[in-house]
């Protein structure tokens, strides 16, 4: 019988979201995979630093023994051990996303044997990644549905191409995770938002971010509070700009919309496209925006119970997490389409944290 469970990464989405959820999985459920064809679907296939550093810290945590575990490696081998709380320092010593290393190592921080540091070295807002700021404004609160939590500092930033960000989380364990029905819809209360610039980049610039994000938005909601911001050098010393933006619903959930400056992009295009994010996602009718609907699967699939969440277009990004979860932890997944939105409902499969002592 083949030790391994066999984990194709070029189904789907076939990028590094299913390396993070099969390596998450595999730690928790305690089951030894074997991943091929690592991010088949990329213009530059296998591992890179900031994948190669989430499959170690997870690794880490849990005494995992690994095989071709190097930079552009297209195949993997993880037999996890126990998941013990403590202290781990995972850095990229790139600008590769410190948000993605949250992603792979939170679910199994979850589920340790004890409190759980992470000391996250990278990049605070990266390009084809959520910004570290929607993961404290948006992510943090839609999952706080499913009884996770954690508390998240900012020390330093970090931007492309040089990296250098910093951040700490703490993460306390659970014995399980609960289900949660995320389906109660509401109306817009106020939108808030973050527009900033670091370095040399004028403040003008945070303002005119804002001008394009109030421009896409001012149909839906008149109620519009976005600061403008220059960070301070020695938070921020790279020059960068972005924009987050979060719309709390009369129901109490949050969406989120967010975009990076980029060199030739003018800066009211850049809060434009964030406008729309949001805009999109608030006229959706959803609960959860599209950019939080996939990381909320590895917890539906563990969860205690039935949960139900309802979302606006299912993306390839949600197919494939689906794919997986219900391939490794052998949760059972549906999608019931209901007018312009869907509910994706899951029971899963109950997992109970037996790292943790009676």
């Known amino acids: 019988m083949n030790e391994f469970l066999e984990i194709d990464g070029s189904i789907l989405e076939g990028g590094g979201q299913v390396l993070r959820n099969s390596i998450s999985l595999s730690a928790i459920l305690g089951i030894p995979v074997r991943i091929l064809n690592i991010r088949a679907n990329r213009s530059k296939p296998g591992l890179a630093p900031q994948h190669l550093k989430g499959v170690e810290l997870v690794a880490e945590m849990c ?13 993997l081998e993880f037999k996890p051990g126990k998941i013990r709380g403590g202290h781990y320092v995972a850095d990229t010593r790139t600008a590769g996303s410190i948000s ?19 000391e996250l070295k990278g ?7 959520p910004q570290i700021d929607y993961m404290t404004e948006v992510f943090k609160h839609a999952v706080k549905h499913f009884g996770v939590d954690f508390n998240l500092t900012i020390h330093r930033r970090g931007y492309f191409p040089k990296g250098g960000g910093h951040v700490t989380v703490e993460v306390s364990p659970l014995r399980h995770v609960q289900a949660a029905d995320v389906t109660r819809g509401g109306e817009v209360a106020a939108v808030y938002g973050w527009s900033y610039v670091a370095g040399c980049l004028p403040i003008k610039m945070a303002y005119s971010m804002a001008d394009g994000a109030k421009e896409k938005l001012r149909g839906i909601c008149k109620n519009i509070h976005i600061e403008c911001y220059k960070e301070e050098t020695q938070f921020a ?15 109490g959930y949050i969406l989120g919309g967010d975009a990076l400056g980029k060199r030739g992009v003018d800066a009211v295009e850049v809060g434009r496209t964030a406008g729309e994010m949001l805009r999109d996602a608030i006229r959706s009718g959803a609960c959860v925006d599209s950019y939080t609907q996939d990381q909320l699967i590895v917890y539906m ?16 990004h949600t197919r494939t997490a689906i794919h997986f979860a219900e391939l490794i932890a052998k ?3 549906s999608i019931q389409p209901d007018g312009d939105q869907n509910v994706i409902e899951c029971d899963g499969a109950g997992y109970h944290n037996r790292n943790l002592p009676v």
Do not use: W, Y
């Open 63 to 75: 005494q995992a023994k690994l095989n071709g575990a190097h930079i552009r490696s297209t195949q």
């Open 100 to 118: 993605l290393l949250l992603q792979v190592a939170l679910p199994c921080a979850v589920m340790a044997d004890g409190p759980v540091t992470l």
């Open 123 to 129: 990049g605070t807002n990266a390009e084809m990644a």
């Open 237 to 251: 010393p790279e020059n960068a700009s972005g924009i987050v933006l979060t719309s709390k619903l009369s129901s």
């Open 301 to 316: 699939a563990l969860a205690d119970g039935r949960s139900r969440v309802r979302v606006g277009e299912i993306t390839l």
């Open 331 to 333: 949760a059972k997944f």
